[in-house]
């Protein structure tokens, strides 16, 4: 993505992504997990991702981290500040997880060790970046960031079974936040958990961002909870950045069938029993189609769209999307108002 | 009105630890009437803990409850003769929540198929049963080309939930209970999943009881919908009137925590109260008065009875004690409109 020069007022995105490519060689071939995704995130920001499950955004999550092992192979830059996360030694790179940019696991429930306390899981994190701590300085830490995810400070003599689902994700946030990156990856942070205690966790990463300026990607695939915590949303598909912008925008006019197909397969309140799902899969990485990969599944796709990968358009906004309909007169949104009066008249 | 199912006035309480035992009332006198005539989807809404799966598996008759009866047909569980009881594992299906660990991974995705045709005897010759699977299958929007013969790990899981949604069906039962069956599917292909059971339920006159914690597809597809909370009802009643106007605060504040998908629609106007542990946890008092922002002395006394705050929806709150009260073991009024 070519980005648009920043002006006076915008800060100066904290996590900056450049082509970056996940490829795996396995005997069926080479197959392309990430492919050349590239967008930026400013201090303090709240971005989501969402895509169904092996559209690659668990992959890039890791692949942000440097966490990706051979035979996988990563390719592209990637940016915390003015540290080159791609460029970094063993040795550097360990001291810049967690320091530079934190993660909070997809399942808190099985991340957390059953047989180790909670305080020398957290410990554990302080005292390998920062051998100079002391043990009462780890400790008022530890009770520090406890009190920062709303839990009571004993908690830390607990076992992890001993906990709720939503105490162990706050555990797990604990730990995310207690060298206070700048940037926070958050793998569906709340999925196994039901509204109320998933609002209450989220309250928690919201005010968390706020009170520290931590920028955070929120990956998952639930657009309601997309549409209530970020600010800016990115759409992946088979590995690619099908769509991404402010959220509202997004929502209000998307620039990708995928994006709005995504979107009015949810449920609402206004429409009772109207189930749209999407049809079709997701194509294997092994054997994508020629052209644009969601043509298959694409009610508007077009000869061109078999022939040639769409390329990434802007939408004025720091709004971007892939798909040949963005040439076309009206784009996407002249096709879903069609679509509509001829299910109306139909 | 004949009952298909009915548990009346059922209590399951868990015990653990031997010398000072932890007593858990997982379901707290609950009362409900499944109708064979009128064929409905029932929605059973809480969190995790609140007895919705306990109530599932006393519905399969997989546990027996502690206090109360459950009838199948008018008889008694406790007492069905072996071919009531062949017949009630007919009538009745499972639909579980992971769509992994319900097939054995050695066997192609055919064996759950040919297993209930052989035990049931549902088909009289290979032909016969290879053209009911092929049937059942694209019942549930799946081509049986593309399906039979396969793996388990070489389907996406919202095929997979399919199959079993398919197997279900194959039986003919008169009663599908669906514990959770698409919260570990994605977003996108829950649609597909649910509109495939509610499709079943419209053709072929099934009943079904839809678990879930998950307040907006249990909108969609339901008709009628209870709240459960650590094991007692707080409100129950047409899905329409129960989620547009909720009535019990534990409701309220549930509905008020969805992620509507909808940026102009936000969440988080209910303050959500922690639990400091000081709910009654028998049966005398609310077990939502500790985070209850509306709380009063007789709350924690005893538990209001279920008052019937609309000609369809019945709340377990004094907020609503103007209302004409109704015994728990009426809840089905409310539910099935006369």
Known sequence: ?346 | MSALLELRNVSKVYKSGFFSPKVTNALDDFSLVIDQAKPTITAVVGESGSGKSTLGSLMMGFIKPTVGDVFYKGRNMKSLTGPERWQFRQDVQAIFQDPFAAYNPFYTVDHVLTVPIRKFGLASNREEAREKMGDALRRVGLRPEEILGRYPHQLSGGQRQRIIVARAMLLKPKLIVADEPVSMVDASLRATILESIYTLHKEMGVSVLYITHDMTTAYHVSNEIIVLYKGSVMEGGEVASVVKTPHHPYTRLLIDSIPWPDVSLQWGREPIIKDDGSSPTTSRGCKFASRCPHVMAKCRDAGPPLFAVGTQQASACYLGETSPALQRSELHKVLTPT
């Open chain 1, 1 to 346: 993505m070519t980005s648009a020069p920043s002006t006076q007022t915008k800060p100066l995105p904290i996590l900056r992504v450049a082509d970056l490519c996940v490829d795996y060689f396995t005997d069926a071939g080479r197959l392309r997990a990430c492919d050349q995704v590239s967008f930026e995130l400013g201090p303090g920001q709240r971005l989501g991702l969402v895509g169904e499950s092996g559209s690659g955004k668990s992959t890039m999550a890791l692949a942000l981290m440097r966490l990706i092992k051979p035979p996988g192979k990563v390719s592209g830059r990637v940016f915390v500040g003015d540290a080159e996360l791609t460029a970094m030694d063993d040795k550097a790179i360990r001291s810049a997880r967690m320091r530079l940019i934190g993660m909070v696991p997809q399942a808190a429930m099985s991340a957390l060790n059953p047989v180790i306390r909670i305080r020398a899981q957290i410990a554990d994190v302080l005292q390998v970046h920062e051998p100079s701590m002391t043990d009462a300085d780890v400790r008022a830490r530890i009770s520090e960031v406890l009190e920062a995810v709303e839990l009571r400070p004993d908690v830390a003599s607990l076992y992890p079974h001993e906990l709720s689902g939503g105490m162990k994700q706050r555990v797990c946030i604990a730990i995310a936040v207690a060298l206070k990156p700048k940037v926070i990856i958050a793998d569906e942070p709340t999925s196994a958990l039901d509204v109320i205690v998933q609002r209450q966790v989220m309250d928690t990463i919201g005010r968390l961002q706020r009170e520290m300026n931590i920028a955070v990607i929120l990956i998952g695939h639930d657009m309601g909870l997309m549409a209530q915590f970020v600010d800016r949303l990115s759409v992946m598909y088979a590995g690619k950045l099908a769509e991404i912008g402010p959220t509202g925008n997004l929502f209000a006019a998307p620039n990708h069938p995928y994006t709005h197909m995504l979107i009015s397969s949810l449920p609402t309140l206004r429409k009772k029993g109207v189930f749209r799902g999407i049809p079709g899969i997701t194509p294997s990485l092994l054997g994508l189609p020629s052209g644009c990969y969601f043509r298959m599944r694409c009610p508007y796709a077009m000869p061109i769209c078999s022939e040639v990968a769409p390329p990434q358009v802007s939408h004025g906004q720091d709004h971007h999307s892939s798909c040949h309909l963005a040439n076309v007169d009206g784009g996407l949104t002249s096709r879903i108002a069609a679509e509509a009066t001829s299910n109306r008249d139909g």
